[in-house]
């Protein structure tokens, strides 16, 4: 049986709906995966929203959804089994309320991706469903036993907010109020996008560049550059930048700094924890003080990017950023 | 320094790891190509080694499990695309030998995991690990259902370590 395929299949619907590929999402329900760090960039919810909303699409977040979890399993806190059960309560909890659920964090995509890929080990997925069915014992409910079963067909499909943005390209170029201005942009996906293990499922998936957040920035007029660290980690590497900072930084400082290299106006990613890592001021002040060299090109999520360039408030793209470097720039550069 | 000259080879530490962890059969394919190693950030900014430690692992040296090396992995995945075979999972394995580690007492002492112990309480008690500002709380009975998944998870032990710490430091604050 095989579990593991909860990725919405992007070239089925560009094949059925070659013309305009948002009307696939007309008729379906639309939920937003709750990233722990969106607390810190509001923006990056509301971005995608907002624009789902003026869409008319039927967009939500589920109420019983809890965190990924995968902070914990990556640092020996749960077990496999443990991960694999709060995944799969997330996952039938959603599949109740919804046909698609958007990630607009890396993290959260890979842990609900491999969260599922663990299960094909039977012994974890016993061990899974035994932990599940435990659940009866402590709540005298009705639900229970049976409220979380795991299901090998989930409705539910599962797809990033880049894949989906670059899916539905021209509905969001039509959407925009403003343009890139030729600015030179560095992008940076993320390993937990650029090294999705199921793409070697498919020589063609494994071999093709990634180049989607290019083809992105090229279509909102801006200039896509080239850089050395592009492929490069952001430094967080499961708490790396906690566990040995000096190291960690050491990787965001060579990314930031070979961006900077080639004249880079911004960095752009599709994760709120490598935003997170490559923005936060106090791991420049660090840098600064252990490299010698003061870094300053600010660093923007895709949604709030996209946010911005559609004519949104403030307070609805790049609310809590003030201190990040130089955003306000960005953000007047593309407004004026 | 040749690397398996100070051990023989034996297979218990394999077995071990495999009866644990079943896909970590698949280390045996390793070629030695070396490929995991120079995509690696953390061999770019530490002596971390992946090859190494896969020799080691099929040596039955368990000094790997003492090794400061494995709690240096970014868990990028770089590794697992980069790999010429097709299933070796290096980032399940060092999440593996970091359990052992953290079994016989090698790991990180807690007060390296002290951001951990914050984030581990909100998750137990709010089932997030930043406080939602952007929607409703979790319902009561979920975060149950989350506490029940957790039972005698680690994540428990953190949290109640922590509980510990602010209670002595209480204690010393009010003698
Ligand atoms: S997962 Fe670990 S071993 Fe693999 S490339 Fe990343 S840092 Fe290196
Ligand atoms: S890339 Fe794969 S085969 Fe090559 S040394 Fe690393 S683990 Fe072994």
């Not at chain 1, 003061?294 to 609310?319: D, Q, S, Y």
């Amino acid at each position: 049986m095989n579990t593991t395929n909860l990725a919405l299949n992007l070239t089925e619907i560009e094949e059925m709906y070659p013309e305009n590929p948002i009307d696939f999402f007309r008729d379906k329900k639309l939920c937003l995966f709750k990233a722990c760090l969106e607390k810190y960039f509001p923006g990056v919810r509301f971005g995608i929203e907002d624009f789902l909303t003026d869409l008319e699409l039927n967009v939500m977040t589920c109420t019983n959804q809890s965190c990924c979890s995968g902070t914990f399993f990556q640092r020996n806190l749960i077990t496999r089994a443990q991960f694999g059960a709060i995944n799969e309560r997330n996952l039938s909890e959603i599949n109740k309320i919804a046909d698609i659920l958007l990630f607009s964090c890396n993290g959260c995509y890979n842990s609900l991706i491999r969260g599922r890929e663990f299960l094909n080990n039977p012994d974890v997925r016993k061990k899974t469903q035994d932990i599940l069915n435990q659940l009866k014992n402590k709540n005298n409910s009705d639900n229970y036993p049976g409220k979380y079963e795991i299901v090998d067909d989930l409705k539910l499909k599962l797809v990033h907010d880049l894949d989906f943005f670059y899916l539905i390209k021209n509905s969001v170029v039509n959407a925009l109020k403003y343009d890139l201005k030729d600015m030179k942009v560095a992008v940076h996906y993320g390993c937990h996008y650029l090294n999705l293990s199921r793409d070697k499922d498919s020589i063609d998936e494994y071999l093709r560049p990634k180049t989607k957040l290019e083809e992105l920035i090229t279509l909102f007029g801006g200039n896509p550059v080239d850089y050395q660290e592009r492929e490069s980690c952001c430094g967080w590497g499961a708490s790396q930048v906690v566990i040995h900072p000096k190291e960690a930084l050491k990787i965001t400082f060579n990314k930031l700094k070979s961006a900077e290299n080639v004249g880079a106006d911004f960095m752009v990613t599709p994760c709120p924890t490598c935003l997170y890592t490559l923005s936060k001021p106090e791991y420049r002040e660090k840098m600064q003080k252990w490299y010698g060299e003061k870094l300053e090109i600010p660093t923007i999520h895709l949604n709030e990017l996209i946010a911005i360039l559609r004519g949104c408030e403030e307070e609805r793209c790049i609310t809590l950023r003030r201190k990040t470097p130089r955003i306000e720039e960005i953000f007047e550069i593309i407004t004026q | 320094m040749d690397e398996s000259s100070n051990s023989e080879w034996n297979w218990d530490f394999y077995e071990e790891l495999v009866d644990d962890v079943e896909e970590n059969k698949n280390i045996i394919q390793c070629i030695s190509c070396g490929k995991c190693v120079g995509d690696c950030p953390a061999s770019k900014v530490s002596s971390f080694n992946v090859r190494k430690v896969i020799g080691k692992v099929l040596r039955g040296d368990k000094s790997v499990l003492k090794d400061s090396d494995i709690w240096y992995c970014y868990l990028c995945e770089r590794c697992k695309r980069v790999c010429p075979k097709d299933n070796i999972n290096i980032p399940l394995l060092i999440i593996n030998l970091r359990n052992e580690s953290f079994k016989k007492g090698y790991g990180p002492k807690y007060n390296d995991l002290r951001k951990y112990v914050e984030m581990s309480e909100r998750f137990l008690k709010t089932g997030v690990v930043l406080d939602e500002p952007l929607g409703k709380k979790l319902p009561a009975e979920r975060i149950d259902e989350l506490n029940e998944i957790c039972n005698f998870a680690r994540i428990k032990y953190v949290f109640k370590a922590s509980k510990s710490t602010t209670k002595s430091k209480k204690r010393k604050d009010k003698s």
